[in-house]
DNA sequence: CTTACCATGTAAGGCGTTACATGATTCA
DNA sequence: TGAATCATGTAACGCCTTACATGGTAAG
């Protein structure tokens, strides 16, 4: 059983660009990871006390009158620990998609509610697509100015492009399904 | 906690179409879903136990001279549910790409060992999509008589539309890494 | 005669979400 | 003053994979 949990390099990485407290990190996982990565308060918290308890990490106690906050800090065995997992092969890549299910079973299904199931997916792709386009456009201008930019950018564009492509599909599904 | 799971439907949607087997099943699974959707025997055998226990499905010994099987048959009343599951709004479609994960973190890492990633993962791609196109090529001529192939041919068309848009991102993405 | 595949199943354990618990601050 | 948000954390529990256990058959 080997170390195939992932939520201590996301850490790490988020780590990497600056010290940041949990409820941050949060934060950032949901607004530019959440395309292809997710993360509750259930895994972070646990997951950072591990980190320091293994000295990747250290705390910093940053409360402003009453309000409890702490910083992490990557040290520098932690950022060999990352630099150890970037050069490690890609070990999966995975799509799960519950509308695929449905639509796979969909002879057991009346037309109609697969229609709408499709309806429903292009919906929200439409509206992811235009927040990272929205993305897309604040990243563009900044991208020489960190390094870290023009990776951010790279998987917005893999996003959009994907996302793209879910749009296409879905008006050739609707096409179809109409006969 | 509401019922979260969705390998019953799964089994459920499999044996609509017609009895088998949970060895049948899992190859099923691995060679027409794997794409969307993947199980293993450690969740197959337990969850077919417990559909039976409900009377979703009923099991049949078709042993043949001391080779052991075990076909299972889906009940009306497992019908049933799977029609009510089929009308219900998606809960969930995930992407989770370990490959992103890296390159959004690619700024700590060398260039070259993105390009690595990219390539690697590129040549994945290309091997799944010639895989895609041939299975689409072979429900292409099918798809009228069985309503069920229109909608694994769907399924099909979006797994050939997200990759090419995945080849092309990585077209971009080397391109880019290379100023 | 051994390798690959057919076939069913269990046990252990990891991973991660959900729900809960707590309390401060900001803003309408 | 009440709702939303900031902020940290724990406990329970569900789900699934991995590894193990077992044994038969087909093909070279």
Chains 1, 2 share one sequence.
Not at 19 to 33: A, M, R, V
Not at 43 to 71: F, H, W
Not at 152 to 173: D, P, Q
């Amino acid at each position: 059983m080997a170390n195939k949990r992932k939520i201590d390099v996301v850490l790490l990485g988020i780590l990497s660009h600056e010290p940041t407290t949990g409820y941050e990190i949060k934060q950032q996982i949901d607004s530019k990871l959440n395309y292809f990565w997710g993360a509750s308060y259930g895994s972070i918290y646990p997951a950072l006390s591990q980190l320091e308890r293994d000295g990747l990490v250290t705390k910093e106690d940053i409360s402003t009158n009453g309000r409890e906050k702490i910083a992490y800090t990557i040290t520098d065995a932690g950022r060999r620990r990352l630099h150890e997992w970037l050069t490690l092969p890609i070990e999966k890549d995975e799509l799960r998609y519950e509308t695929l299910l449905k639509i796979y079973f969909g002879a057991e299904a009346e037309p109609e509610e697969i229609l709408r199931h499709i309806e429903a997916f292009e919906k929200k792709v439409r509206r992811d697509l235009e927040n990272m386009r929205q993305f897309e456009a604040s990243l563009e201008p900044v991208r020489h100015m960190e390094k870290a930019h023009e990776y951010y950018l790279m998987t917005v564009r893999f996003g959009i492009y994907t996302y793209e492509a879910h749009i296409k599909w879905c008006e050739e599904a609707k096409r179809r399904l109409c006969h």
